[in-house]
């Protein structure tokens, strides 16, 4: 009775940021994001009853950390009174850096739980499932361009266009590799609790939902390019006015946004976004990849990059 299963993380291009309801994670703005092709992360989870309790492998290393919210996350695909499971987990990218490796890794534990334990649950209870534990993962449970939805009482995710309709190339230019200093869970907070801005961002999201939708349908790079800068330096000024205040970028962020502003007035159809971390995010049409990998790699600060396609939702290896 064991399940692995693979998940790639997930970029808003229209962010979350900001909870209605702390207790079962509900978002307070719908979001919409591209799947990923080449990051990834690996889910085995295993029933063990010889177990006394549940154990959690992290690139092969115990980790007691990160324990508590993958024991939670499985409880609520099998119930508490479970036996115990061994979960491993494989990344081939940095955890905790505003690189999502939260979505990859909840999608990818909710898909493998799920036929470890048999229970065979559709896809969208288990988008639910997995938006428990981080409200973004939900949008890995599906591939392309994804919309997470709030609902009545949940939160629903549905697809906007598949990974092959829309060939873009994203290209994550990393400036700090370690681990961020405040979660996002706990940013989001601070940020409803203190931020002046917080009312006025969760009042325009729903315009800029459809603003990115209508760019997407007619998959218009430079229209989502707009809205999808507009959106994510909205959210940092949410951020950056919270007492106390979160400025996740460093030099090299912001210089890395400069080299964007210079390739788009060379011409090139490219534009960033950037997460809850130091890293920028790059979306272009495949034929420039190679033109914004050049411009990121010179420029001061940026030490690694990595690159990635429009991604596959979350899905079992071993079935
Ligand atoms: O799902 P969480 O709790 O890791 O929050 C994600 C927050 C952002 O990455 C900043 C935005 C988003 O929509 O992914």
Redesign the pocket.
């Known amino acids: 009775m064991r399940a692995t299963a693979i998940a790639q993380p997930n970029i808003?291009l229209i962010?979350?940021?900001g909870k209605r309801d702390l207790e079962r994670n509900l978002p307070a703005v719908g979001?919409i994001?591209v799947t990923l092709s080449t990051l990834y992360t690996e889910m085995r989870v295993e029933i063990d009853t010889t177990l006394a309790e549940d154990v959690l492998l992290v690139n092969a290393v115990e980790s007691r950390t990160l324990l508590p919210r993958v024991s939670n996350c499985v409880d609520i695909v099998a119930g508490v009174d479970r036996p115990a499971v061994c979960v491993s987990s494989k990344s081939n990218f940095p955890i905790a850096a505003g690189i999502?490796s939260?979505?990859s890794a909840f999608a990818a534990l909710v898909v493998a739980a799920d036929a470890a334990f048999g229970s065979s649950l559709p896809r969208d209870r288990l988008a639910s499932m997995a938006s428990r534990a981080?409200?973004?993962?939900a949008r890995s449970l599906l591939g392309g361009f994804v919309e997470l939805e709030n609902d009545a009482d949940d939160i629903r995710v549905k697809s906007l266009l598949r990974a092959e309709d829309w060939p873009l190339e994203v290209v994550v230019a990393i400036t700090a590799p370690g681990p961020k200093p405040v979660s996002?869970?706990d940013a989001m907070e601070i940020s409803r609790r203190t931020s002046p801005f917080y009312d006025r961002w969760v009042e325009q999201q729903p315009a800029d939902l459809a603003e990115a939708r209508a760019a997407i349908r007619q998959r218009d790079l430079h229209r989502l390019g707009a809205i999808a800068e507009h959106n994510c330096l909205k959210?940092h000024s949410v951020m950056w006015g919270s007492r106390p205040p979160m400025i996740y970028w460093n030099s090299a962020t912001i210089a890395c946004m400069q080299t964007i502003r210079e390739l788009q007035n060379q011409g090139v159809g490219v534009f960033f976004t950037i997460?809850?971390g130091p890293q920028l995010k790059a979306i272009c049409a495949a034929a420039d990849a190679a033109t914004v990998r050049a411009a990121l790699s010179a420029t001061d600060g940026v030490v690694e990059l990595m690159q990635s396609g429009v991604g596959e939702a979350a899905r079992l290896l071993n079935a």
């Open positions: 808003a962010k979350y940021w979001s994001s999502a939260s979505a981080s409200g973004s993962a996002s869970g959210m997460d809850a």
